[in-house]
């Protein structure tokens, strides 16, 4: 997943977001920022989830600035843009049918692949597992 963080008054900043690819210390820090299991906190940054999205944009941002807060962490809703690539939602929609899943989350997934960006490499999956 591609994250992009364009605030009014700074640069544009794009991050690489895998979800199995956070150490075990940004997984922890999310899942206590947020009060959700990591799997249950990944489905909410695809589902929109605001408090979930800021967790998000925090562990990104913090990897660069270690002593920005999480208070630090104030955007417009429109200055954060996530993205899936076509194989991640290929490979999303795939799982989420083999459980029975979330319908209304599909038909989303599925109206944004004609815009998503192509894959760079083997795509993975946008959650965690």
């Given amino acids: 997943m591609r994250v992009t963080y ?47 999205r800021r967790a998000l944009l925090h562990v990104l941002l913090k990897r660069q600035h270690p002593t920005i807060s999480f208070d630090d962490v104030d955007f417009c809703w429109d200055e954060l843009t996530i993205e899936m690539t076509k194989g991640e939602i290929d490979l999303a929609v795939e799982r989420l049918r083999e459980k029975n899943g979330d319908e209304d989350m599909i038909e989303a997934m599925l109206k944004g692949h004609d815009e998503a960006p192509e894959d760079e490499g083997k795509a993975r999956l946008p959650f965690a597992v």
């Fill in 6 to 52: 364009n605030p009014e008054d700074g640069a544009e900043q794009v991050f690489d977001y895998n979800p199995n690819k956070l150490l075990s210390a940004e997984r922890e820090a999310l899942e206590k920022r947020t009060g959700r299991a990591f799997k249950d906190f990944a489905m909410g940054v695809l589902k929109g989830d605001s408090l979930c």
